[in-house]
Structure formats: structure tokens, C-alpha cells
């Protein structure tokens, strides 16, 4: 960690709902900005200052914004900059690259959402100014958010304050507004912007107030940024404070969004700050009971954890069925807001344990996607619904065929996850089948989750080819692990596929079983009849299973025969790259090492396929040959968990490390671009399901703990068939 | 004309010298912003409306001012908008989409370069202003330009302006400008932008001053948009008038672009608007001394071929040898200001007869990019210097290897011409010689020209892949006529790289008994000996010509294999699109369909390849093949020349008009995009060459007129080396 950058991890027991910085460097902006987003479940913010700083990536998104641009940009629109608050001081703009900066702290308060910032600033005039930053997004509102400045100063100053919205904003250089309508007052700012592509309406609005001191108003701004001006002198001692109550709603959400902004705004404004705080609080008090997971004997595990299920807490579509978590959350550009295999693999789990309500809304978006999976399968000569690789408002394919080569941005890299990293589709199926497992939802199973399971095991029975020798192939594939793509028989997918088609069999037959009528509907829906359900039975068995005698899967048709790396080389603590940066994408494919292990991943979903000691016997082989430090950030959370599995928690927790690690220090240089949602979704799964052990069964549920050995405590709840249940594991 | 748009063409004399528009149609703002586009031969600005409209297309560019963009967009940067003017009146926003239009007009005169607008407005309040608008840029400095406002009103009105600079513009959605520094106060402001990936600073600064009434200025603004406001009591029957002087300059052209550009304003603010204007007038009045052609007897030919000559006036480099003439000028987005081979072919000859200075420019611009072309032949393989189908600030090959498709902007088509359209260098070669030989210029060819048609050569020689029939071949290519691409043998490349490589060695000769001391230095630079002159000799002899024996050419091997389409659908008068979305690319591949005549091309740059009945032979078959009416936009031009050498001067009348009124009326849907270069030049070819039938040879120069019949006379003037020479061809 030495050479690394690491958040203040190190404080006492407050310290571990808070994440502080006392310094700014700015040649790491776009890591704190990252790290510093707050949000509702509706919209984020990144940590980008209110007053702004050269090169920033300032940032705000919601969900359901989306807009295209050619060639196959679909992506979230940047929101109007709606939490920005210019400060003159005897004229001379505030900003941490003028004057001199005395002190700088922020904080992240993860219990409320909270962000504060404290700045003592010497202005070019000489006079020392404090300031203090605070904003917020109400957690128990889809709409609001607040933000809060007061100043004060050793001499007397002239102070100019400019609050309102700008619609000039930008997604990396690409423009998706455009602006529609505008207007100021001496108390309020409101602007009406529309998607350049998918027409979205948006309303922003904001209530400014500034107390403490007499000052002048105005209304102001240009095109596209209405603002309130305030000027005003600040005597010595004295403090201002400035209070921007905001409000933003999408035409998706409001039939009038420009009058429902500018409403909700002038209703906050009436509620004032402390009310809005309070509603906030609760609803964040709530979550926190229900999400919390306490981890005694190591504070660097406990705040890590609270962060990651933050991020989460604040990404996550608590108000709409619409919409799921991105891989780099709301919190970035990052994969432009794509929802891919990460979410149901290692984001959803801890919400179907902890906040079945959200698991549910994530479940729903794929549900929603389902006519975008079915043109999907229909493109593909395919029958049923097979799911995007990426999905993004529609549930059609968005993955970009073609993209800027890293190197030389005139060229272009073919992209074949879209095409052929087709495991998406189980891994949904059993997202779903893990939440009904642990929540009992039947309505949910009955209206929704049965018909993605049976239409996705449509797809996987149309696209398995018979072949000569009697098994059923998948060719030219992707498995997670993606330094080998274009496999065949890749053991992930074609196992996945086997468990899709006869769980899809189960479920037909509780359906038919227990909810006759609706099977009977569904089943007319889809023309699947007992024939089909058959014939999924026989693809199911005839899928190739590549396992050895002993146990052991080859990861692909051909993996064994590549060129095994020495070890040592694969741990050299000096390496600072991935092994594919070192070898080349086509050298390290020519290898057996792993971006992460396929094999070791489908035994952690799917531990009924590896009896006896076939996952010992996996685990000895993969485990070795894998990247962890440099390769895939979804591996570490997974291999902690099979590394407890294995009898090894103290490797375990090594590689938890490495997923804590992955946002607050930023490992793999790229955290400016967002969190990564899969590593901290995976987190909790390491922690749950690794070192407490928790296992549900049909029966229902037990702990296997394997506690790194200074960990003295673990406690969580979670909900088992709508009950709630506390798990407290101790060494 | 009946269903299209016509400016007025109609009016008396001094209509030959004026563009005029008396009404505002939303509709079709684009075309009229591409139409009023004024400039300086530095930089141009679309006709958009000072106070804006929506759904604009506002631009202005300058030359040099590139900026890059993944993937392979590299384009001039819109500049920081300089021209804008906002205007309330009792406190209601002047749009023409607001209030009542009572009156419009619009006028461009190409004398001076001045774009005047008229306005009656009836304000949301009810009362009835009166709005006068010109602006011009100064046509003797490469800096300076001007806007000019003046406003009265039936009744007393609140008037507020506010004029200054604003860097949120856009090229497209993209974004090209950071903003690294403003500022305003009540009679001024400056902008300090640069590019975001090549790193130019641009330093743009406005005086403004109000005349007329006594009214409160300040400065004003938001972040990137610096201005100066003033507010004021108008009362009936006064006029206020606002001037705005402007100066823009980059980084490339000073060492502090930011203080130059503000001293500039403010020296031209201390000259004032009159000042100014008779600088510009006299330097107009200069330009069109040289460059006007008198058509006597049709109005709409002479207003259209003057608008041409304007268009291509304040687009040429008239400052700096180190820019050339985009395909769509400096008047839109089209082709991103890329100079394609219309630049040499099309637009220099008006030039090289007229204004050689600025020819020479042009040319220079060829020459400064060598070393860009001398990188592109050795990525293909080859030696010397194969010029990009695309250039823009360094010479190498910007032509996108991928485009959006237009139907379905997910998908991505092949742009073959940057890899295969090569006969761009002996075009560039072709235009050298052409301006050699009016101009005399010795120094230029010796220093200069000689260099770029020998590595250009050198290029053809090492091309050329001599093949077992004792033949050298060009295969896989794309001639002019884009209908058909990636044919072997096309007719237009094969003669002219033949016509290079003799040429080459003809300039060899000269270079070596005129000026030994260059040749021993060139030809050591290049590595250039007697043996390797031999060599181009041999291969311009081998290269494989299709004449049949009674002269006609085959355009590309198997042409006359294609399927023959019936002449009269091609002359359908009730199509409306190009032969090519009709039958769709691979259907109109397949036929002998002409998007323009490549063989009667090469027929009008080297006659002397079509003796005898050669010429007539090749027309007969060609012309009736070609989609003149919907095809290349530079075709008909050059079919109105072949129509006269033909001896049918009625039938290149009709050609003419198709060219003429390629801007003036939308005749392709597309001038919204920016004017068409070439035909702009190609129009001025088939006055001069045409139906005056100019031609300079060895000897001296003669005419061999062919009038339409209803032209009186045609009159004009060229430099002959160096000697100005009148011609007057009279009916």
C-alpha cells in the first residue's frame, strides 16, 4: 500500500462510516471524484467540486437518461451541472489553482450520504477565507438533492456568490443536450434540456437562499445556465451561508418535468435544508439496517465494506423497475452505463439477501429487456430471448462492434463480446433463481422470473448444435475469462447452459403445478409445450462436459495444450501490468494464464457439479495460473470465497484485499472512470458467503465460518422468505 | 426551378452583384446559412443569425485551426461564436421564432463582401422594432471582422443587448475547445480558448461600443462566454446602433494569440466601423479587378458564376501557404475542410489564371505536406510520394476508414478511397503544371514544383506492377466516377499516372539545363538518377492503355461487360435521386451507370490523348451514360466544357446551369452541409474554357468561342507570365 494512494482508513470506530481525505492532489482528481459520488438510487453525483478545477470530469447521472449517438454511443446523459456554486472573494474567483490553499478536508459520511468539504483559502487579495461544502441527494426522494456553502473570512471581503444550473455539459466530448427553455429569479433557477437523439425531456430547477449576511440578489446567467447571483460584504467573523435546494425530473417520470422540477424545488425550499436532511437520514437509516454488515478486528475491512455497499446502496434503482446497476455504477463514463453480466452476477446477490425489494427492480429491468433478448435471439437465427452482452435502456444489444485502439485512437479494435460471450443469459436465470431461493417470492417467480428462465432456456436449446459425436457444442464462444475468446466448449458457458435447460424443466413444472393458470397462459404465450420441455431435458444431457476422471475441467477444448507459464512469474511482485499488457492480447491467449478462473467461478455458482474433491482438485490447478493482482477486478471478491471454500481464509483475504482495494486505492489506475460495481457487489459475497459461510438451502440455512484469523466478528441480517434473520459469526 | 428554391436572380444590374432573400423560411435555414457565409480568405462565418434560431447550424472556421478526435475526425474547430448579438426588448428575447415577423430581408453583396439583414419585428409586448444587421470580415486583414446592429422602435422600449464571445459551440455534438481564460468590462471582452487534442490557443477579443443613446453598460457573462451588456430606454423614432469589432487569432499565427487578438479589436475599435470597411472594400475591389468574368445577357449566370467566384475568394488561402480549400470551403461541416483532389482539379485553375499568389498558396500547401505523402507511400509499400484522397494540417491520409451508416447509424460502411483512390497525385502533379505554364513562375517550379511531381512520379513508378503480359497495371482502384470502385485498369488513372511519369521527366530536363545548381541538389535530396528517369520512361510505356481502335476507351477492365441501362430512365425528369440509391451501391456497380464521365475527364485535362475523332467517339458514348443530373456534384461543369468542344453549346448551357445552381438552388438536398468547391471552380472552367474557349499552349494563347446563344458577351481577365490579358468574346 505504500506507494499506492489509500483514503484515511486508519481512525477509530466512527472512522469506519467515513471516508476523509485531508489534502488535495491534483493529479488524482478523477480517482476522488469517483470515490467521493453520492447519490439516491436514482441519480449520482461524482465528488467534482462545486466551484470546479482544470481537467475535471464533473458528472451527474440518472437513470433512464439515456441517449445514442453514432456509432453505437448509447450512454446516460451527463445532467445539467446542477450542483455548482462560483464564488468571487474582492473579485477574484475561488478555485484550488488560484490563490493558496491553507487546508483541505473532505469527508463522505456513509451513513447519510453526506459529503463535506472544509477549505481554509488564502484569495489572491490576501484575505483567509473558510469554506464549507456540504451536499447531499435525498435518499427517500428520486427527484431531490441539496447542497450547502457557507464562507467566512478573517477581514472584510466582497463576496459575489453564482448558483444556478448549466447545461453545458459534456460526456467526454460528445453533446446529448439540448436546451429548450430557461429562466432566473433573485431566488431561483430553472432549465428545461432535451436528449439530442431519444428526445428525453428533462426539468432541473433550484431554490438559492443565502443567510447570515444582508446581500444583493439577481437573476443571471447566459444561454443555458439561468443562474441567482448574490453580492454581498462579509464582515470579519462573520458567516454566510448559501443553500441550493434542487430538483431534477425526466419527461419519463412527469408529464410536465419542467412545472414538477420547478414545484419540487420551491416545495424544498419551504421544507428548508434541516427537513430535507432528516427525510434523507431516515430513509438511509432504514437501508443501513437492513445492509449493514459489521466486521470486528479490522478496520480496513469494515470501511471497505460500507463503501462498497454504499456505492452500491446509491447506484441501485430503489425507485423503478426500469433500470439497473451499470459495471461502473452512476458514478463515472466508465462502459457508458452498461448493465452486463456483473450485475446479476455479483451485484444482485447482496440485494436479494439484504433488499429483496431492489433485487426485485433489477430482476424487472432484464424482465422488461425481454423483447430486445428476443430480437436478439431472432438476429441470431435463434429462438427464446438471449440477452445482451451490454444492456442499456431497451435491452438490445449496445455493445460496440468497434472501438479506439488504446494506442492509436485512428484505429479501431473489433469487439466480440457482444456477438459471442453468450453466458449472460444463465447467468440471469440464476440471479433469479438465487433470489426466489432465499426470498420465497412465488408472485415474482409466477408473473416474471419463470418466463425469463423458460425463454432464455428456449435460447440455449436453439443454439446448442448436435454434432457427430452425440454432444452438443457451443462454439466460438467467450467465457468470463477473456484473455481466451473465441473458445469452443468453454466450461463456464456450456455448464451454465446445461443447469439453465434443467432448471428451466423445474420451474415449468412448479408453474404447471402450482400456478396452473398462469402456466397455462405462459405456456400458450410462448407455443412451449411438453415436447420442448422434453427436448431441453436431452440438450441438457448431451452438452459437452469436458471433466477429467479425476475431476478436473479443462476451461476450454484445447486449454491443457497451451503453454503453461511458470508461476513464479505470474507472482513477481515487481509486475505492474497485466500478463496481457506484457504478452500481447495474442500472446497470452497462446497461454494458460487466466484473467480469472472460469472453472473456479462456475464451482462457486454451481458447487453441486464439484463432489468430493473435484473442487480441491480444480482449485489447485486454476488458482495458480490466474492474474489476480493485475487481471480481471470480478476475480479477486469470487477466489477469497473459493479460497475459504479450499480451507485457506488467510489466501482468502488476500484476495479480499485486492477487491477492497480496488476503488478507495486505486489499483488498477482506471477508478476515475467509476467504481467498479462487480468488485464491490463481489466484496460482500466474500465476506457472506466466503468467510461467514452462509449457505440456504431448501431446507433452510446454515454457516460454514472460516474467519481470517484476526477478525473477531462478523455480523449481518438478511431476509429468508420474507423473515429477517441475524447472522453474528465470532472467532 | 418552379419546385426549388431560387434567391432572387432576377433583379437589374446591380442584382449581378448582390445574393437577396426576402422572406425566412425555418425550413431551409441551413442552406441559407451556407449561402450568406462571408469571409476573408482566413476565416469564414456561416450566415447564421446574430441573436440565433433553432435547430441552427451556427459555425465559423479559420484556417489551420485543426483539432483531432477518435476515431480518425480530424476537422477545423467551429470557432468560439464572435458574431452574436442577443437583443430584448421590454424585457421579451428577439427570436424570429418569437413575436411576429413583419418583414425580412437578407442581402449578400459580393462586391464587399457585406451581409445585410432587415428586420421588422413585432416584440410579444406589441410594440414594433425596426433591426438593421451587417457584418463583414476584413478583407485586408487575416484577424478582423465586424457586426453592426441598429434598432429603433414605434413606441419607447427597454432594450437590453448583449454582445460578446462564446466558446460553448460545437462541430456536430463534438467538442473541440477548453476554455483557458476570459474576461469582459463594460466596452470589451477576450476569450482565451485551446484545442483539446492538438493544443492550439486561439485568442478571440470584441470592442463594443453603442451610438445613438445614452445607455448603462457592464460587463457580464458566464463561465466560456465573456460579454458586454448594455441596457437602455429607446424612444420612438431614435436609432441605437451597437458595433462589435472582433479580432481572432491562433497560435499559430502569434506568440501571444490573447493579447494580440485584443489589441487588435481594440486598434480597430479606435479606427472605427468606417475605417475598417473601406480597408476591406479596397481590398475586395483589388480582388475582383483580377477575378471577375463578365457574362452578358443572362443574369442568373452571371449573378451565379460571381457568387461562385465569392464563395471561393473568401475561402482561399489568401495568408498563409500552409492551407488549402476544402471540398465544402470554409462554409459548413461537410468532409470535415478534408482537400480532395476537386481542390487541384476544380478550384486551383480560376486561381492560376487570376490570382497566381493565391495559387501558388495552394499549391505550396501540397508542397508543405510532402512529408505526409512520402509516409503514406511507404506504409503502402511504395516509394516517393503518394498524396492522402483526405488531407487536412499535416498531409497524412484523414480519410475515415469507417463512416456511420446513413440508414442505420449502428452500422458501419467501408470507405474505401483513402486506401485505393490514388489518382489524386498525378491531380496535384497535373495542377503544378498547369499553373507553370500560365504563370511562367521559374522560381516557384525550381524551388517547389519540380519536387512534387518528381516524388509524385516516383510514387507511380514503384505503384506500378508490370505483369506477364509486359503491361503495368493499377488494380483495385477507384477512378472519379465513385459508381464503381475497386476496378482494375480505370482509364483516368492509367493516362494520367502515364502522363506523370513522361511529365517528370520533362521537368527533369528542364530543371537539370536550367538550373544545374537545383537539380544536383534535388536530385541528391531525392536519390534521383539518370537510370531511375530512364525507368519512369519504360513504365509510363507499359502501362496498359484500352484504347480500342477506333479511340474508344474502356473506363475500367470489363466496363463494357456491364449491363447497358436504357438512356431514357437515366434522363427520367421525374427522378429525384441519384441512380445509385436507386438501384442501391452493388445494384448501380453492376450497370454502366456514370456518377460522372471519368474518360471525358481525362479527355478535358490532356486532349491530347483524343485525336482526331477520338474525342467525339468517347463523348457519344459516355455522355448519355452519365447521371448528370443526380451524380457528382463535379461533374456537370466539366460536361458543360466537353459539351462545347463537342460543338454543342446549348447542351453544355444546360450542364452549366446544373453547377450554377449546385448552391444557389438546393438542387442535392445537401448545401446545408457547405458550399460545393468544386463546382464552384468547375463553373468558372466552363465560362472560361468552355464557351470562351480559352486555351494556353506552348506558344502563347487563343480562344475558340462557342457562346449559348442567348449570351452577348463574355469578358474577363487573366495573367499571362505575368502580363495581365483581356479577353472579350462577343456574340
Known amino acids: ?205 433550484c431554490a438559492v437562499t443565502l443567510d447570515g449576511v444582508k446581500a444583493d440578489a439577481a437573476a443571471g446567467g447566459a444561454d443555458g445556465v439561468p443562474t441567482v447571483e448574490h453580492t454581498f460584504q462579509l464582515q470579519a467573523g462573520r458567516t454566510a451561508t448559501l443553500t441550493k435546494l434542487v430538483a431534477i425530473v425526466s419527461g419519463i417520470d412527469a408529464a410536465d418535468p419542467i412545472a414538477g422540477a420547478s414545484r419540487l424545488a420551491l416545495d424544498a425550499a419551504a421544507a428548508g435544508w434541516d427537513a430535507l436532511r432528516e427525510a434523507s437520514d431516515t430513509a438511509w437509516r432504514q437501508a443501513w439496517e437492513r445492509s449493514d454488515v459489521v466486521i470486528e478486528g479490522d478496520q480496513e475491512a469494515q470501511l471497505s465494506l460500507r463503501f462498497s455497499l454504499f456505492q452500491l446502496l446509491i447506484a441501485a434503482p430503489r425507485f423503478t423497475e426500469h433500470a439497473s446497476i451499470g459495471a461502473k455504477t452512476l458514478s463515472g463514463f466508465g462502459y457508458r452505463h452498461h448493465v452486463f453480466w456483473d450485475t446479476e452476477t455479483f451485484m444482485v446477490p447482496p440485494f436479494s439477501y439484504s433488499q429483496p425489494q431492489i433485487a426485485r427492480n433489477m430482476l424487472m429491468y432484464r424482465w422488461h429487456c425481454l423483447a430486445g433478448a428476443r430480437d436478439k435471439a431472432r438476429a441470431n437465427g435463434h429462438r427464446g430471448a438471449q440477452f445482451p452482452w451490454e444492456s442499456a435502456g431497451t435491452g438490445e444489444e449496445v455493445t460496440p462492434t468497434w472501438v479506439p485502439d488504446s494506442d492509436d485512437r485512428a484505429l479501431l479494435v473489433r469487439i466480440w463480446t457482444g456477438d459471442i460471450e453468450i453466458h449472460i443469459t444463465a447467468d440471469i436465470a440464476l440471479a433469479v433463481m438465487q433470489y426466489w431461493q432465499v426470498t420465497g417470492d412465488d408472485a415474482f417467480m409466477r408473473d416474471h422470473g419463470a418466463e425469463i428462465v423458460l425463454d432464455g432456456a428456449r435460447f440455449w436449446a436453439s ?60 405456456s400458450a404465450d410462448l407455443g412451449l409445450d411438453a415436447s420442448e420441455l422434453a427436448q431441453w431435458g436431452e440438450v441438457a444431457e448431451a452438452i459437452f462436459n469436458p471433466a477429467a476422471p479425476d475431476g478436473l475441467l479443462e476451461q476450454f477444448a484445447g486449454y491443457f495444450d497451451l503453454t503453461d507459464v511458470d508461476p513464479a512469474e505470474l507472482r513477481d511482485p515487481a509486475r505492474t501490468t497485466s500478463m496481457q499488457q506484457l504478452y500481447g492480447i495474442d500472446g497470452i491467449a497462446a497461454t494458460q494464464v487466466l484473467k480469472q478462473p472460469d472453472v473456479l467461478m462456475l464451482a462457486y455458482l454451481l458447487p453441486e457439479l464439484f463432489p468430493g474433491n473435484a473442487l480441491a482438485r480444480n482449485y489447485a490447478y486454476y488458482d495458480p495460473r490466474t492474474d489476480h493482482e493485475h487481471g480481471s477486478s470480478l476475480g479477486p471478491a469470487i477466489s477469497a470465497v473459493m479460497a475459504c471454500r479450499a480451507g485457506e481464509p488467510e489466501v482468502g483475504y488476500q484476495h479480499f484485499l485486492r477487491a477492497a482495494r480496488a476503488d478507495l486505492i486505486d489499483v488498477r489506475h482506471n477508478a476515475g472512470d467509476g467504481i467498479h460495481g462487480a468488485s464491490a457487489g463481489g466484496l460482500w459475497q466474500a465476506v457472506v458467503f466466503g468467510f461467514a459461510g452462509l449457505e440456504v438451502t431448501a431446507d433452510g440455512w446454515h454457516t460454514t465460518p472460516m474467519l481470517p484469523k484476526h477478525w473477531t466478528r462478523v455480523a449481518f441480517c438478511f431476509d429468508h422468505h420474507g423473515v429477517r434473520q441475524r447472522v453474528v459469526v465470532e472467532a
Open 463 to 522: 443454439a446448442a448444435r448436435l454434432e457427430s459425436d452425440g454432444h452438443c457444442h457451443f462454439r466460438n464462444v467467450v467465457g468470463p475469462d477473456e484473455y481466451h475468446d473465441r473458445v469452443d466448449d468453454n466450461a463456464y458457458t456450456n455448464q451454465l447452459a446445461a443447469w439453465h435447460l434443467r432448471t428451466a424443466g423445474t420451474v415449468a413444472r412448479w408453474l404447471a403445478d402450482n400456478h396452473p393458470g398462469r402456466w397455462a397462459e405462459l
Open 1 to 205: 500500500m505504500n506507494e499506492l494512494r489509500a483514503f484515511d482508513l486508519a481512525a477509530g470506530d466512527p472512522a469506519t462510516w467515513r471516508i476523509t481525505e485531508d489534502a488535495f492532489d491534483a493529479d488524482a482528481q478523477h480517482h476522488s471524484e469517483t470515490v467521493f459520488t453520492i447519490g439516491n438510487g436514482q441519480l449520482c453525483v461524482r465528488g467534482s467540486f462545486e466551484e470546479g478545477y482544470p481537467d475535471d470530469h464533473p458528472a451527474a447521472f440518472m437513470h433512464r437518461v439515456w441517449d445514442d449517438m453514432p456509432v453505437s454511443v448509447t450512454e446516460l446523459a451527463n445532467l445539467p451541472r446542477w450542483w455548482g456554486v462560483d464564488l468571487w472573494f474582492d473579485g477574484e474567483r475561488f478555485r484550488l489553482d488560484a490563490g493558496r490553499l491553507l487546508a483541505f478536508n473532505r469527508s463522505l459520511d456513509l451513513r447519510t450520504g453526506v459529503l463535506c468539504r472544509e477549505v481554509r483559502w488564502e484569495a489572491p487579495s490576501g484575505a483567509v477565507v473558510e469554506l464549507g461544502f456540504e451536499r447531499f441527494a435525498d435518499f427517500s426522494s428520486p427527484h431531490r438533492a441539496a447542497v450547502r456553502v457557507s464562507v467566512a473570512s478573517d477581514r472584510p471581503v466582497k463576496v459575489r456568490t453564482r448558483a444556478g444550473l448549466d447545461a453545458h455539459v459534456e460526456n467526454t466530448g460528445l453533446l446529448h443536450w439540448r436546451v429548450a427553455g430557461q429562466g432566473a429569479d433573485e431566488s431561483a433557477a430553472w432549465l428545461h434540456t432535451r436528449t439530442r437523439n431519444t428526445g428525453i425531456d428533462l426539468g432541473s430547477a
